[in-house]
């Protein structure tokens, strides 16, 4: 491996909000595109964080990663391409749905602790919650539509919130839209979702041992119009906690490394370890997951084309790592970003950060890292909640 160290530059600011919209939800999970004019796009949500999936997408953009404006309409986001020529956007968020109809039907599996309860779809009739719709964008004309996505899915679930609430599959869809990679041509989709054994060969063996979260991959070679399931990783014996937080393995991200090999990291809850990966037969089949660190909510992965690969990740702090192994098993010691207040080293609190990260490659060794920080000053000298930017730059030493 190569001797490199990261500079990491002061951050710039994306956008601030107002002083009163300070309520979780707002100014927070920020993301980074690019344009099909080369030019670099944040988003990030401002709404409530909760199943109703009620929020607005505020965005901005910028040439350099230092100064940032205003979304305009030649801004387009160079979204994966179609065989048709449009972009594929992602998938529809639709809110949980309160309809009692699942009293119909028989669950398979249930948490005695909160009362979620899991189904096999296909002894679901009604429809309306198993259906995933995408999201195509006209390349001429912006116009954004919703088109019915095929799924390939053995023993698909459907599953309740606590409350009784359906979530629909669709929004189970939509939370994968950020890590949506294209690769090679071909798009995968790392979701996560109370669920089954999918590699099971009957109804019997594919209830999990754990009702937790998993980590299930689908890849689409047709653009996004259909998705096949490719593999899954589950909890086990090796990786169950009991910590009441403990959430299972989700918000995955996945990445292919300089050796052809893949892998992921994954959350297991806010202030518990994630979690990494790695499948060496194009994601198939997974290696047992190993911690990556003690910390982790969406984590994401960024390689470079100088063999240098980047991850962010935070909560209750908020790091960055890197590796320059091929196979990306073998990591530095993480840095930690700073933020306005750096005071709470073990107990997260909802008012410094909501952690999560985006990252996107400005060079062969440089990349962006977008951010959000609650307590930044504005030009009033108001406490403000705030997207960042910083530039990190890999310098080899060698």
């Not at 964080?49 to 965005?59: E, G, K, Q, S």
């Not at 009784?164 to 790392?190: K, N």
């Amino acid at each position: 491996m190569r001797k490199f160290h990261l500079e990491i530059s002061e951050p710039s600011v994306v956008a601030q909000a107002k002083p009163n919209e300070r309520n979780w939800g707002q100014f927070q999970f920020p993301k980074i595109r690019k344009t099909t004019n080369n030019d670099f796009y944040v988003c990030w949500d401002h709404g409530s964080d909760d199943y109703d999936y009620a929020f607005i997408v505020m965005d901005a953009v910028s040439s350099d990663g230092k100064v940032w404006r205003k979304k305009q309409a030649s801004d387009v986001v160079a979204y994966p391409k179609m065989k048709n020529g449009n972009y594929f956007a992602g998938f529809k968020r639709v809110g949980v749905n309160r309809s009692d109809y699942l009293n119909k039907y028989t669950h398979v599996m249930e948490n005695p602790q909160n009362g979620v309860k899991c189904y096999f779809a296909d002894e679901i009739k009604e429809e309306n919650d198993k259906t995933v719709w995408g999201i195509e964008i006209d390349a001429k004309t912006g116009e954004e539509r919703y088109f019915e996505c095929k799924i390939n899915w053995p023993f698909m679930p459907l599953y309740t919130t606590k409350q009784d609430e359906v979530f629909p599959l669709t929004t189970i869809f939509f939370l994968a839209s950020e890590p949506l990679r294209e690769i090679d041509g071909v798009l995968y989709a790392p979701l996560y979702s109370k669920g089954f054994n999918s590699n099971a060969t009957n109804k019997k063996d594919a209830i999990p041992q754990y009702f937790t979260n998993g980590v299930y991959i689908f890849s689409s070679k047709d653009g996004g119009l259909s998705w096949d399931y490719l593999s899954q990783v589950l909890v086990d014996d090796t990786s169950f906690s009991e910590n009441p937080t403990f959430e299972g393995f989700d918000e995955p991200y996945l990445a292919k490394m300089p050796d052809g090999s893949f892998i992921m990291l994954m959350r297991t809850g806010s202030g518990l370890p994630s979690y990494i990966a790695r499948s060496t037969d194009n994601m198939k089949t997974w290696s047992k997951p190993q911690i990556f660190d003690d910390i982790g909510v969406l984590p994401h992965i960024q390689p470079l084309k100088c063999g240098v690969t980047l991850a962010s990740y935070g909560r209750p702090i908020l790091k960055v790592r890197a590796t320059s192994d091929n196979s990306g098993m073998q990591w530095q010691d993480p840095i930690r970003i700073p933020l306005s207040c750096n005071d709470v080293l073990s107990n997260w609190n909802s008012t410094i950060s909501c952690f999560y990260t985006g990252m996107i490659a400005y060079s062969d060794n440089e990349a962006l890292l977008v951010y959000s920080d609650f307590n930044c000053k504005n030009q009033q000298n108001e406490t403000v909640k705030t997207i960042l930017c910083r530039k990190i730059t890999v310098v080899f030493d060698d």
